[in-house]
């Protein structure tokens, strides 16, 4: 079965440079959700978006940004970069209505900030 | 908002010894909690869920219990297996808000000794 595709996989940048991270849901999945997790740390909710929208953000800094596009991929946008960026950054999907509420994670973009 | 706090954060057990996770949540609106399992270098991974008009829910050795009044709930883990080695996340998230973010606890590493 698909599942959710993250790309890349591994991204290495410097200090104060840009990173582009995108997220593929699964087929229909109408909400995406982007998670951003520390080493040894929980999931911590970025933002999501339902239909194309934003419908929540959290612990999102004014230096990221994201959008859903009309293919329902999304990508997260991360500016002025800071080593504190480097995080493991996850985007889940889920179809929003049906009997299972359930995230399907993907693998996850492992972005280093040196 | 919504907060998860979960225990124990590690846990050792034998092969074939049960293991318990805990977690309250905050928001009495919250009516769905679902649980994670995240191997290393992978994204989490649903592996049972329940809501909130159901007190217990059973997968063969996974089984979820959930106390609405007290607002916690337990993961259970029967015949551990080494394979069954991961770090579990419990999280809450209440479908109907529009956002539909999922609020995770801080994880538990579960070491099945062989």
């Known amino acids: 079965a698909a599942g959710v595709i993250q790309s890349p996989r591994h991204l290495i940048k410097e200090k104060r440079e840009t990173a582009t991270l995108k997220c593929y849901p699964i087929?229909?999945?109408?909400?995406v959700y982007w998670y951003q997790q520390g080493p040894g740390q929980d999931p911590q909710f970025l933002i999501s978006?339902?239909?194309?929208?934003?419908?929540d953000k959290g612990s999102i800094p004014d230096r990221f940004s994201a959008q859903q596009f009309s293919d329902y991929h999304s990508e997260l946008n991360m500016s002025s970069l800071e080593l504190g960026d480097s995080a493991l950054y996850f985007c889940?999907?889920?179809?929003?209505?049906?009997?299972?509420?359930?995230?399907?994670f993907g693998s996850g973009t492992r972005l280093t900030v040196v | 908002g919504e907060n998860v706090e979960q225990h124990p954060s590690t846990l050792s057990v034998q092969e074939g010894d049960s293991a318990v996770i805990k977690c309250t949540y905050s928001d009495s609106a919250s009516n769905y909690f679902p649980w994670y399992k995240q191997e290393l270098g992978k994204g989490p991974q649903l592996i049972i869920d329940?809501?909130?008009?159901?007190g217990e829910k059973k997968d063969q050795r996974i089984a979820v219990t959930l106390n609405k009044t007290a607002k916690h709930f337990s993961l259970h883990i029967t015949e551990t297996q080494p394979e069954d080695s991961a770090v579990y996340f419990c999280a809450a998230s209440d479908p109907n808000t529009g956002g539909f973010k999922t609020i995770f606890g801080a994880g538990t590493r579960l070491f099945v000794k062989a």
């Open positions: 087929p229909r999945h109408d909400t």
């Open positions: 889940a999907s889920s179809l929003v209505g049906s009997s299972n509420y359930g995230y399907t």
């Open positions: 978006f339902y239909e194309k929208m934003q419908s």
């Open positions: 329940i809501r909130s008009n159901v």
